[in-house]
Each structure stands twice: as C-alpha cells, then as structure tokens.
C-alpha cells in the first residue's frame, strides 16, 4: 500500500483502502480494513470519518483514542492544506478554494460553529477567527462582537460563516436577520460585508449570490 501511495497518490485508492493505512499507522500489526469500513458505514464517506469528533469515532468498536488521533491529525492536515490556498491572495473572486477550505473546516460539525474572515482592501485574509461555537441547531453571534473585531483588525471587508449540523444549507429567517443587521452596521463603519456563506454536507449556499443580503 505504500508504494500504491508514492507512485500513484490518493487516486490509487478507495475511501475504504485509504483509512485502512492510517489505522495500521497507528494500530500496527492488526487488519485494519473492517474497521475502515465500519467507520465509512458509521459516518458515511472518508471526509465525515476524519472530521467526525472523537468522542465520536471512539464508540466505534476496535478503534481507540490513539486511532482517533491518527484521523484528527489527517483531517487538521487536510485543513491547513486548503487554508494555505487563500492566505496571501485575494479571497474575493478566487471562490473555488475558500469553499473548500470551508467545506473541510467545517461541513461536517455536529454543533453549529460561526467562522469570521476578515479581509484588507485589497481583499485579502487578515484573519480567520471562530467567533462562536454553538449547539446542533444555534450559536449565538453579536453584531457588536463581529464590527468590534473589524475595527481592531483595520479590516475593509469581512464574509461571515457557518455551518448547518443538519446538512441542509438553505438560510434561516434568523440566518437573513442576523446577517442584514450586520450588513447595516457595517456600513455605518465603512466595513463591506461581502458573503455570508452557509455550508452543509452536501454544498454551501451563498446569501450574496441568492439575493439575501441588503
């Protein structure tokens, strides 16, 4: 298996075959290939496996917290992948490698997180910053909370998002309330709101692009 990974890289392999090698990284001379394939049938695909949270994946028979490690740090690697694909380069219409950096991050959490990114005027990121973590169904964000950070960072733009636990990224009337009240105290602040960006598993929704946003 690792010489299929050196000469043909991930292609070379199922979803199944990939986290069968991680687990045998971490748990040496056992055949790890059933319990890749609970895991993939526990969580549905190779991205929800590494995203999973570990309380999570150690109810799953046979894999321990060493094992749950091993997935954590593959997804934490995967992450700072794609976030190192918009760090020096303007966000605002390069869209393709935000959404999947967002997607990874944070498409397939069991709470609710809302994720800030504050850019320069030249668009590009000064900071990525979590502003709240919340339940299954709700986190709870503050206007003033999100224009105060703005105002620290010098920001001239910022996009704001989150994810929906259920998969289902179409916004809330809470979601379109949220965000046009932030969209209007910014404005006060000479602050672009650019995006509020919604993902679920399957996809994203753009407020900006819907027409949501004031």
Known sequence: MRQRLLEG????????????????LALPRIDTKPLAKALLAEFGGFAAVIA?????LVRVAGLGDGAAAALKFVQAAAVRSLRAAIVARPIIGGWQPLLDYLHAAQAHGINEQVRVLYLNS?????RDEVLSDGTINEAVVHVREVIRRALELG????????N????????????IALTNQIVAAA??????????????????????????MG
Do not use: C, Q, W
Request: proline fraction near 4%; avoid cysteine; aromatic fraction near 2%.
């Open 187 to 212: 404005k006060l602040m000479e602050i672009a709101v650019h995006d509020h960006v919604i993902v679920g598993h399957a996809g994203h929704t753009s407020m900006r692009a819907a027409g949501l």
């Open 164 to 175: 929906h636990p259920s998969g289902d990224s179409t916004p809330s009337r809470a979601d």
């Open 155 to 162: 920001a001239a733009g910022l996009i704001l998002v989150h």
């Open 122 to 126: 030249k668009n590009i990121l000064i």
């Open 9 to 24: 890289g991930a292609d070379a392999f199922l979803d199944h075959e990939l986290l069968e090698y991680v687990l045998g």
């Open 52 to 56: 999973a949270e570990p309380a999570a």
